[in-house]
């Protein structure tokens, strides 16, 4: 990842409130829900995501703004990359068999004839005592962003590996941000196999939404027309939109339900989204002259009806 500043189009001294707008900005243009098959905007909308996420968190900022983390929000550390092991395959100076290109089974068969004394014990030990297994290489650690819409639908995220290469992994039930998930056998080599790569997990804010447990909020704008009288309203959701029904006479701050469009809990169970409805003014003194006349017409036209 390049320079989290220059993503979001930002100076290094930008204060919180220049960061928030410009991530705002572009999280508007570039969200998924507006660049439907648009796998650059895609990309670039995760960049912006990583980049917030890690310049709004001010010990994070800190740490790269010293230079101790890259834009990822992984360490940089004095050797280049990863945890554990010195040697080769993860090993203490290619310990693993052979030391310094000896092969240690040759000194060991010179030193009891052949080597039938170094074996006489069980498991191939001396004295008869069960050799230890051999160790598994180090685990490396990652930090990987998650989008927003990707955690709560459980969508198979990809990361490249310290090598180069990338592998496929699924996100669990009930995932939270800081949780560690475990990909066996992609760490350092090692003489008992390969260590595991440990990956923690970071998700993304996201313009609309905000999650409350299983459950997903948002704010809705509505005309003062459409709470009057009701109707359908088109409603994003981490799935895609749907049409909402509003009853009539509904008040601003009434929150309806989405049943099922919410994150995914440990127990398999989809939590719902929660829309409240905010009636929302004109701003044009014409309109609102004119909507407040229409209104007028209509309380009296009522009236008279009922009389």
Do not use: C, W
């Amino acid at each position: 990842m390049t320079d989290p500043y220059s993503i979001l189009g930002v100076s290094k001294g930008a204060d919180e409130k220049a960061i928030k707008s410009a991530y705002r900005k572009l999280a508007k243009e570039l969200h998924p829900d507006k660049n439907k098959d648009n796998k650059a905007a895609s990309d670039r909308f995760s960049q912006v995501t990583q980049a917030y996420d890690l310049l709004s968190d001010k010990e994070k900022r800190a740490q790269y703004d010293r230079g101790e983390i890259d834009g990822d929000g992984n360490p940089r550390g004095p050797f280049g990359g990863g945890f554990g092991g010195g040697g080769p395959q993860g090993g203490f100076g290619g310990f693993g068999g052979q030391a310094g290109g000896v092969d240690l089974g040759d000194i060991f068969e010179g030193l009891f004839g052949g080597g039938g004394a170094a074996r006489s014990g069980p498991q191939g030990s001396f004295g008869g005592r069960p050799s230890a297994p051999p160790p598994k290489g180090a685990n490396i650690a990652y930090n990987h962003l998650v989008s927003f819409t990707d955690a709560a639908t459980l969508t198979p995220q990809r990361i490249t590996l310290s090598d180069g290469k990338t592998v496929e992994f699924k996100l669990p039930p009930g995932i939270v941000a800081g949780q560690q998930i475990r990909i066996p056998g992609k760490g350092q080599a090692g003489p008992g196999g390969n260590g595991d790569a440990m990956v923690t997990i970071k998700i993304g804010a996201h313009p609309d939404f905000v999650r409350d447990g299983d459950n997903i909020r948002m704010n809705l704008p509505i005309s003062l027309a459409q709470a009057v009288n009701g109707g359908k309203v088109k409603v994003p959701t981490v799935d895609g939109a749907v049409m909402l029904t509003v009853p009539p006479a509904t008040n601003s701050g009434t929150t309806l339900r989405i049943t099922g469009r919410g994150f995914t809990g440990k127990n398999g169970q989809r939590g719902n989204q929660l829309v409240t409805l905010m009636i929302h003014l004109p701003t044009d003194q014409a309109e609102l002259k004119k909507l407040s006349e229409m209104l007028s017409a209509n309380i009296s036209a009522g009236s008279k009806s009922g009389a």
